[in-house]
T-cell receptor, first 122, second 112 residues
Framework: QVHLVESGGGVVQPGRSLRLSCVVS????????MHWLREAPGKGLEWVAV????????FYADSVKGRFTISRDNSKNTVYLQMNDLRVEDTAIYYC??????????WGPGNWGQGTLVTVSS | DIVMTQTPLSSPVTLGQPASISCRSS???????????LTWLQQRPGQPPRLLIY???NRFSGVPDRFSGSGAGTDFTLKISRVEAEDVGLYYC?????????FGQGTKLEIK
């Protein structure tokens, strides 16, 4: 059974950094692309980043490019999201998701975790 | 960026009756590899989103066959053949053809 568990969320001041982790189980992690997505309060879903199965390809939303970095450790079945220079508008529930079908850029976020809340506030 | 537009934004339906949600993209979602990477997701109240459909019409694992997707190019549709109480929630289309990947605004499905 596919299982994803995010951690690392919390309350942080604007301009500070936070690193999210997502530990997965139930599938061969090293063969799938992984996504991070978010849901701001009262708003819709926003895709944040994707990383290929081997970590060589990474793509980002315009809103986080240059501030966030996605990475993975296939030996630990974990994907990370390093978030720097956080802004109030980054406040959201952050979800990691296993791509449904592919190891490359992705075919779509298949299985999702429960999410971790990040609040950016002074 | 590709803009995804859903209609309607709210859809009251009667239990047992069909429902349909449309999604239009600002440019063709046909990838250079020939696939069309249009997905549909459901978000029940208080829960994380769940993938229903990928590449326009393929049901994801565990998705009931009352959900179906269709369309091509820039126009896509999600259909529920007979709405059940557990189908209440938000539905999103999402394009995964070109980064940055983008979502529609969401359609709220509710029971009349």
């Amino acid at each position: 059974q596919v299982h994803l568990v995010e951690s690392g969320g919390g309350v942080v001041q604007p301009g500070r950094s936070l690193r999210l982790s997502c530990v997965v189980s139930g599938f061969t992690f090293s063969t799938y692309a992984m996504h991070w997505l978010r849901e701001a309060p009262g708003k819709g879903l926003e895709w944040v980043a994707v990383i290929s199965y081997d970590g060589r390809k990474k793509f980002y939303a315009d809103s986080v490019k240059g501030r966030f970095t996605i990475s993975r450790d296939n030996s630990k079945n974990t994907v990370y999201l390093q978030m720097n220079d956080l802004r109030v508008e980054d406040t959201a529930i952050y979800y990691c998701a296993k791509d449904c079908c592919s190891g490359q850029e992705g075919w779509g976020p298949g299985n999702w975790g429960q999410g971790t809340l990040v609040t950016v506030s002074s | 960026d590709i803009v995804m537009t859903q209609t309607p934004l709210s859809s009251p339906v009667t239990l047992g009756q069909p429902a349909s949600i449309s999604c239009r993209s600002s440019q063709s979602l046909v990838h250079s590899d020939g696939n069309t990477y249009l997905t549909w997701l459901q978000q029940r109240p208080g829960q994380p989103p769940r993938l229903l459909i990928y590449t326009v019409s393929n049901r994801f694992s565990g998705v009931p066959d009352r959900f179906s997707g269709s369309g091509a190019g820039t126009d896509f549709t999600l259909k529920i053949s007979r709405v059940e109480a557990e189908d209440v929630g938000l539905y999103y289309c999402m394009q995964v053809t070109q980064t940055p990947y983008t979502f529609g605004q969401g359609t709220k499905l509710e029971i009349k």
